[in-house]
């Protein structure tokens, strides 16, 4: 089953990446998949996730013109995360067991996007993140609806873990835009921030303001160290918030002797 979640991932992944290029050019996302630079249409045997990166040698059929190392690294980090969903949270039981998985497989892609769109734009894509506001919200609401029923489902402690997170989470990051005029963090983070605190709820949005800080210092040391960055520049920070909201969500399930000692529920 992981091994379907896998392949599923890969092809989700390819689309993912339409939607990250064609949201930026405001282009359709219904169209055939086309060259950006010499505008051919992509063949059927040229859009195999994956395989057809290998195939071409990374380069345009058409053009000869390099093909983007971040279309191989969405489908493949899309693919792992749906295998990983397969692996953790899919149950064969009702029709409830099901809302935890598509749940996940539907936030992670967003997430995914989210993420190579800064890296890529040094822009937030705030069309997706409201509807991953809006899909997390509605998961909880339904999954403490058909736990506790309509008397308290609107009151889901989800919901306030979520809002008192995502909250204090969208304040500080503000706070920091603010007083920086954006040379610290851009306004945009602290939406990314908002919806880092309703995924992981609180108090666990501090372990993952901690892994996305700590990941960022590295990445950017390391860049700093090859010469790639200095001091001043500028590095979009919404990827690391990403990378601690996965790593909040996946690193219990994964390893349950980790998260009894480093998360709270």
Request: hydrophobic residues 55%; aromatic residues 18%.
């Amino acid at each position: 089953m992981t091994f379907i979640f896998l392949i599923l991932g890969l092809i989700i992944g390819s689309f993912l990446n339409a939607v990250i290029y064609r949201l930026n050019a405001v282009e359709s996302l219904w169209e055939r998949s086309h060259c950006p630079t010499c505008k051919k249409k992509v063949r059927w045997h040229d859009n195999v996730p994956l395989l057809s990166f290998v195939l071409l040698s990374a380069k345009c059929r058409d053009c000869g013109e390099r093909i983007s190392w971040s279309y191989p690294a969405v489908e493949l980090s899309t693919g792992i995360l749906f295998a990983l969903v397969g692996k953790y949270f899919f149950v064969l039981e009702n029709s409830l067991t099901y809302l935890p998985t598509i749940f996940y497989l539907v936030i992670f892609s967003l997430l995914v996007i989210i993420f190579m769109y800064d890296l890529k734009f040094m822009e937030i894509p705030m069309l997706i993140l409201w509807l991953a506001v809006g899909a997390t919200v509605a998961f909880y609401l339904a999954m403490d609806w058909s736990a506790f029923g309509s008397a308290t489902g609107i009151f889901s402690l989800n919901i306030f873990s979520g809002a008192l997170a995502g909250i204090v989470a969208f304040a500080f990051f503000f706070s920091l835009a603010h007083f920086s005029k954006e040379t610290w963090m851009g306004y945009g983070d602290a939406y990314v921030g908002l919806l880092a605190g309703l995924l992981v709820g609180w108090p666990n949005i501090f372990i993952a303001l901690m892994l996305a800080f700590t990941s960022g210092a590295l990445v950017g040391t390391a860049l700093i160290f090859m010469k790639k960055k200095t001091m001043k520049s500028q590095v979009p920070f919404a990827p690391f918030l990403v990378i601690g909201v996965l790593l909040t969500l996946l690193l219990p399930k994964m390893f349950p002797q980790l998260g009894f000692f480093l998360f709270y529920f």
